[in-house]
């Protein structure tokens, strides 16, 4: 069984994990054509500094998926967005 990340408004995956890796808190690499980024969500209070904080330990962050494989004008047509 193979485990993998994906944005159902995106792609249908973005990470896939190794045929061997067997591990368990791991979606895998990026896929040839991903381009991924952790950006810091001011709203939220996730940063990538959150990695330095004793009590959280890790970057946070939204998740932003780039590439030749993401669906293209996703934010045509729904109400009060534009395209980015």
Same mark, same amino acid.
């Given at each position: 069984?193979?485990?993998?990340?994906?944005? #159902?408004e995106?792609c &249908? &995956?973005s990470?896939?994990?190794e045929?061997? @890796?067997? #591990? #368990?808190? #791991?979606?895998g690499? $990026?896929?040839?054509? &991903?381009i991924?980024?952790?950006? %810091?969500? *001011? %709203?939220?209070?996730? /940063?990538? &500094? @959150? *990695? @330095?904080? $004793?009590d959280?330990?890790?970057?946070?962050? /939204?998740?932003?998926?780039?590439g030749?494989?993401?669906c293209? *004008?996703?934010? /045509?047509?729904?109400?009060?967005? /534009? @395209?980015?």
């Amino acid at each position: 069984m193979r485990q993998g990340y994906g944005l #159902t408004e995106t792609c &249908a &995956a973005s990470c896939v994990s190794e045929w061997c @890796d067997n #591990t #368990t808190s #791991t979606v895998g690499p $990026p896929i040839n054509s &991903a381009i991924i980024r952790l950006a %810091d969500w *001011k %709203d939220g209070n996730y /940063e990538w &500094a @959150d *990695k @330095d904080k $004793p009590d959280i330990g890790v970057p946070r962050g /939204e998740v932003l998926i780039g590439g030749p494989m993401v669906c293209e *004008k996703y934010f /045509e047509g729904l109400p009060g967005k /534009e @395209d980015p």
